[in-house]
């Protein structure tokens, strides 16, 4: 076998054409399955993958669309419209950029479509237009959506309609490239065996490979009618197709479509990714094969020299767009249960790092409009004169003047209201950030030691070292969290300022060692609250303080 571009390297104006061009790569994987995909090794079958989903566009239908887009006169500079499932259309509008940087693709699709294959399309920067009825419509049908881009693109010249299904591009690019590959990679072929969508795919393949060697095998592969897999179509659907399939079919297999999905995860599982279409393939050539040896007819497809049968499946499509449909498909029993399931109803809202204050930045929140570094903070301790009180000042900054901010020790029983704790050393006025609302998750007998004044108690337990390691105690702290805030009012909506980012929305969260913290504040996020926590909690107070020989004043 010639090499060709060994190092699949490809460089300058026209690296993308080359890329999408089978002639200027490497040929694609064609790969044997272990034991443990192949029941039938210990009697002389092997089984070929051939990885048509490692093209460029990561599926078998790019090959169809390069061939009938360098056929067409008309496409470089028309809207390209075609009726398709997902993979032809997408290869239509990766391949006609690839070329010509050609964007206007148009995509006919069901609006049975689920929406996630929908967003694929237009992230692909396809057109999407819905049709509506039956979903796998036939391409001869005169009402169908097939007839209907046929009239357009015959009535207005500046669409160009490929027409997938009866479009002799989409056959002969297999013969021209999958079968050849094949032939040359695997001469002792015996048995090659794909889906039928368009027909295209095994038609050229296969009629190449009869070309070569009369004797092998096609084995064609449909769905259940009333029971689709997507790509593959039922027999009924696919028997009028013009293309020369007679000439090439040996034998049909229908297969059902939970049966597809089932043999795609187990041949995904063994790192041969591929979708339900090549688990519909292969699930239909071990049918097929079974049925041989089962009738004592098997060694009839050995090669004479060896007594070994060698087969090709193809693998068509990739799983990733199809995960919905396997988990409906499929029983859970089938899938690897989920660990510590309980965090799914709890704790699900994001974090973010820049909601967490150190100490000095905590300080910021309390005396200004918006958190920033605390400036030599070596310099903003100030005297603490009185025994009920800490007052700490922050060095003036463009955006703030000197301001104050209070620590309280041992509030007396009356001074807790259960709204909010003041003493008589509390601050008062402008020096205090207005509208900023203080919440101290601790129990009760730690905030009397020390808290910030101002701040409203919930009265917490203490948690376990590092909770978020322990499933259970995420969801206890965060129910106690929510049934906290729901009792504050914090989580019925949004609260007034928030759009326009005033004082009046924020919240400070304080809890011994920054934990809880972190997840209220998350919780408070989500409801509209521009809420940050103090990093490392209470405990890191303590110590930013004591650094800074203060600590003695809050006991």
Known sequence: ???????????????????????ENPPLPLVELPDALNPLRKDGVRVFAKMLTALPAQNVKSLPALEMLLNSERARTSSIVEASSGSTVLSLGMISRALWGHEDVYAYVTNKKPADSLRLMRFFGLNVSLYGGLAQ???????????RLRRLAKENPNVCYLGQYDNDGNWRSHEKWTGRQIWEQLPEVNV?????????????????????????????????????????????????????WRDVIDHFESVKSVDSFRMSMKLSRHGIVAGPSSGEALHGLLTHLTALKTEGRLSELADPATGEIS???????????????????????????????????????PYDERWFLPPSQALDLLTSSSPQPCHDAD????????????????????????????????????????????????????????????????PRELY????????????????????????????????????????????????????????????????????????ATSMLRRKGWEAFSLLGGWREMGGWLGGRGIEDELK
């Open 1 to 23: 076998m010639a090499a060709r571009n060994p190092l699949n390297v490809f460089k300058g104006p026209d690296a993308l054409h080359r890329y999408f061009q089978p002639d």
């Open 137 to 147: 419509q036939e391409p001869s049908d005169p009402k169908g959506i097939m007839s």
């Open 192 to 244: 090659l065996c794909s889906t039928v969508g368009t027909g295209g795919c095994i038609t050229g393949t296969g009629l190449y490979l009869k070309q070569q060697k009369p004797s092998v095998k096609v084995i064609g592969v449909c769905n259940v009618f009333g029971d689709p897999t997507p790509g593959p179509r039922h027999f009924p659907g696919f028997e009028s197709s013009p293309f020369p």
């Open 311 to 349: 087969c090709v499946f193809l693998c068509a499509d990739l799983p990733y767009q199809y995960m919905d449909m396997y988990y409906n498909k499929l029983g859970e029993e089938e899938f690897p249960p989920i660990h510590n399931d309980c965090l799914l109803s709890c704790d699900q809202d």
């Open 379 to 442: 310099d903003a301790i100030s005297d603490p004169g009185r025994d009920d009180h800490v007052s700490l000042s922050a060095t003036p900054s463009p955006s703030t003047s000197c301001e104050s901010i209070v620590f309280s020790p041992a509030p007396s029983e009356s001074s807790f209201s259960g709204s909010a704790v003041t003493t008589p050393g509390s601050l008062r006025g402008p020096e205090m950030s207005t509208g900023l609302r203080i919440f101290d998750l601790r």
């Open 448 to 519: 009397e030691q020390g808290h910030l004044d101002g701040s409203l108690n919930l009265d917490l337990p203490l948690t376990k070292h590092d909770f978020y390691g322990d499933a259970e105690a995420v969801r206890e702290r965060w129910t106690e969290l929510k049934e906290a805030f729901e009792r504050e009012g914090m989580l019925d909506s949004e609260p007034s300022g928030h759009e326009d980012h005033d004082l009046k929305g924020k919240v400070l969260v304080v809890c011994e060692d920054g934990d809880s913290g972190a997840m």
